[in-house]
């Protein structure tokens, strides 16, 4: 079993849809996880970050975190065509240097 | 905000012949650097933890000989791929923190490597 999954879609939805993505792991240790997203040949860049358990919201995006199930989530709401990108859960032991374990990323799109 | 520059964005080589990318953080100090490397609909892959002044690590399976790490100052960590070769031909982005910003990474553009 992989530490973390992550479905890998396509998942393609209309423009106004909300948007589900999410990710199971199986390493207990992972306290710090995060949300990127990644345009085509770009690098990723952090959408969200949650620490434990628990929620977070920023504008359009909601972070949900439930340990016991070892399971986040991302929503997307009002989902827009610039939308349409890979998201990649990535998750960490601790806040220091450590490595951080990447999901294979979902690829979303968002049509007009 | 943290910025990571990445350079070149994307080269072509032939096979045999050597590629150095260049990862610089703009406007912050990095002890650390991360060179990952990506694989069409693969997830990033942590080839090596770049550490100012020293050796780099590498992670399990990633030739240390041949993909050579330097970070000789705080700002610049470049990656070298020697004799490359076809299977080389990937993704390859790097990143780092910030100091003071207790959580994620900021990455560069990424290099997309080509050998012909």
């Known amino acids: 079993q992989k530490e973390v999954e992550q479905d890998p879609g396509p998942l393609s939805v209309p423009e106004g849809a909300i948007v589900s993505l999410n990710c199971t792991y199986s390493n207990s240790a992972f306290q710090y996880f995060m949300w990127y997203r990644q345009y085509s040949r770009k690098g990723p860049e952090l959408l969200m970050y949650?620490?434990?358990?628990g929620n977070k919201e920023d504008g359009r995006f909601t972070a949900q975190v439930d340990k016991s199930s070892k399971y986040i989530s991302l929503f997307i709401r009002d989902s827009q065509p610039s939308d349409s990108a890979t998201y990649l859960c990535a998750m960490s032991s601790n806040s220091g240097y450590s490595t951080l374990t990447f999901g294979k990323g979902t690829m979303l799109l968002v049509s007009p | 905000g943290a910025v990571v520059s990445q350079h070149p964005s994307r080269v072509i080589c032939k096979s045999g012949t050597s590629v150095k990318i260049e990862c610089r953080s703009l406007d912050f100090q990095a002890t650390t650097m991360f060179w990952y490397r990506q694989f069409p609909k693969q997830s990033l892959m942590l080839m090596a933890t770049?550490?100012?002044?020293?050796?780099?690590?590498?992670e399990q399976g990633v030739e240390k000989d041949k993909f050579l790490i330097n970070h000789a100052s705080l700002t610049l960590s470049t990656l070298t791929v020697t004799s490359a070769h076809p299977e080389d031909s990937s993704f390859y982005i790097c990143?780092?923190?910030?100091?003071?910003?207790?959580?994620?990474?900021?990455f560069g553009s990424g290099t997309r490597l080509t050998v012909v």
């Open positions: 770049s550490n100012e002044g020293s050796k780099a690590t590498y």
């Open positions: 949650t620490y434990s358990s």
């Open positions: 990143s780092a923190r910030k100091p003071g910003q207790n959580y994620g990474y900021t």
